[in-house]
């Protein structure tokens, strides 16, 4: 299987929008991966899947909580050794590439506007094309494909 791979550049806040997608991909019925740059990262979306909206609840866990299996949303910092519990989506949020990610059968990149973030990205888009992935971009503040 290859694997897809997205990229949502110039996102001004890419908490924001993995919630944004996350739900959605659930509302489809599909299960997210969603790697976090650090620990401090990893609480911020922690707590906006609790919140983003009055009326909706992701149910989300921990790699290493013992309902990862079972639940839809399952989060981890980059760094540690992710063992994801299922292979659809992974949200990556960190700088590098994901380690398993061609596991996946669609992997998003998020990708913020300052240049610290660009950068790094651009890298982890050559890996991908040396891989074979097929690659899409998406302006993600104007909300259209590149």
């Not at 996102?11 to 924001?16: I, Q, V």
């Amino acid at each position: 299987m290859n694997t897809r791979v997205h990229f949502y550049h110039n996102t001004p806040d890419r908490l924001a929008l993995a919630g944004e997608l996350v739900g959605r991909a659930l509302e489809r019925g599909r299960k997210a991966a969603v790697r976090l740059p650090d620990a401090a990262s990893l609480k911020r979306f922690d707590q906006l899947l609790w919140t983003r909206e009055a009326l909706s609840f992701l149910p989300h866990v921990p790699i290493d909580s013992p309902l990862a299996a079972e639940t839809p949303v399952v989060l981890a910092a980059a760094g540690g050794d992710e063992a994801w519990p299922h292979a659809d989506m992974m949200f990556n949020l960190a700088d590098d590439v994901p380690p398993g990610f061609d596991r996946f059968r669609l992997l998003v990149e998020i990708v913020g506007q300052a240049e610290a973030d660009r950068l790094p990205a651009r890298a982890r888009w050559g890996t991908y094309k040396q891989r074979g992935c097929e690659l899409k971009a998406f302006d993600a503040e104007l909300r259209v494909a590149l």
